[in-house]
């Protein structure tokens, strides 16, 4: 994915001049987004339709335990931002969530996860194999979409970022239990899982609407950047969000063994007895050691050095909307780059 040149740093900065001055919430971008999403809505409840019961109940299950929609509304938002509109957005929207939703399904049988969005994981219902067999279902159903969009640029991008994606799980997979992982690699880590498929959403929609290259440049720095954000953001609210409002256990990174941002900074500047504590906690994983890791993330400042990194890949993000024309669309990107950061769940 391409770069900005230079990095930007600056919290208070940030806030200031750039995100503390957005005003749309979220509940604002949806309803401005409201038609073409119900389109993309009714687009995935007919693309989802099957002759196995068992896949369209697992569908169903997944369908009604919501989300926010954030992929698919980058799609519509981007498009609409670099003039586009209609049909083929709503198809790459459908697109994008498929994969996503899949992605998820895959996540939640490696993970044994039991819980999302405050519901029982598909996997903890019908068991890993149909989880990771309706997953593969969304896939192949993405791509049959892809077809009838007819852009092999379009295919190209997407294409490469499936492949990203199970190349995260694979990196992610690897650093689990590993006290050794450090910054540079968990960023890896959250580029293949988490950043990719934003950037594959506001690219492909600038593709679709017809937009320049240095356009569809800057609504992928923004996307992948965009992405960084939220995935950092949402490994902070793993030790810091309201369990029922998060709908997932607090602390379940730890217990599965992942070690994000706020535990590699705990980590670091960690000394002596609790270092060697905190590395054979994330070799031994569980939860009987939560209070000794919340701690460290406290004592290390850990929780508000990785909101400043967050909000320093938002910064990123917003200023690479400073070359697009001002629109409705345009302002609703530059929320979700505050709301990214900003959210509590």
Not at 37 to 44: E, P, R, S, T
Not at 52 to 71: P, S, W, Y
Not at 124 to 132: H, N, Q, T, Y
Request: charge should be negative.
């Amino acid at each position: 994915m391409s770069r900005p040149p230079t990095p930007l740093h600056g919290w208070a900065h940030l806030m200031t001049h750039q995100l503390a001055a957005v005003s749309l919430q979220l509940a604002d971008i949806q309803r401005l987004v409201a038609s073409d999403m119900g389109q993309v809505d009714a687009l995935i409840r007919g693309r989802l339709h099957s002759r196995v019961d068992l896949i369209v109940e697992v569908v169903e299950h997944l369908i009604a335990a919501g989300g926010k929609r954030l992929r698919p509304m980058l799609v519509i938002l981007a498009g609409r931002a670099c003039g586009g509109h209609g049909q083929g957005l709503h198809k790459l929207a459908t697109i994008i969530e498929f994969i996503h939703t899949s992605t998820l399904l895959h996540d939640d049988v490696v993970d044994e996860s039991s819980m999302r969005r405050g519901r029982s994981t598909a996997n903890a219902i019908w068991g890993s194999l149909p989880a990771v067999l309706v997953g593969d279902f969304l896939y192949s159903r993405s791509f049959q979409l892809m077809v009838e969009l007819g852009s092999m640029q379009i295919m190209q991008i997407i294409g490469k970022t499936t492949n990203q994606l199970a190349e995260g799980e694979i990196l992610q997979l690897l650093h689990v239990h590993n006290p050794d992982v450090d910054e540079a690699a968990y960023m890896q880590v959250i580029k293949h899982k988490t950043a990719v498929l934003f950037a594959a959403s506001t690219t492909a929609g600038a593709i679709l609407a017809g937009a320049d290259r240095e356009l569809q440049r800057r609504m992928e720095v923004f996307g992948e950047h965009l992405g960084y954000a939220f995935q950092i953001t949402d490994d902070v609210l793993d030790y810091t969000a309201d369990a029922e409002q998060l709908g997932k256990n607090l602390g379940d990174d730890l217990a599965e063994g992942k070690v994000t941002l706020p535990l590699i900074h705990a980590m670091n500047f960690s000394q002596g007895a609790q270092r060697n504590r905190l590395r054979e906690i994330v070799q031994n994983g569980g939860m009987d050691a939560m209070d000794v890791v919340m701690e460290a993330i406290q004592s290390t400042g850990a929780v508000d050095y990785s909101r400043r990194r967050a909000h320093e890949h938002a910064r990123i993000a917003v200023s690479m909307l400073g070359g697009v024309a001002t629109t409705d669309s345009v302002a609703a990107l530059r929320a979700l780059a505050a709301y990214a950061v900003e959210r509590s769940y």
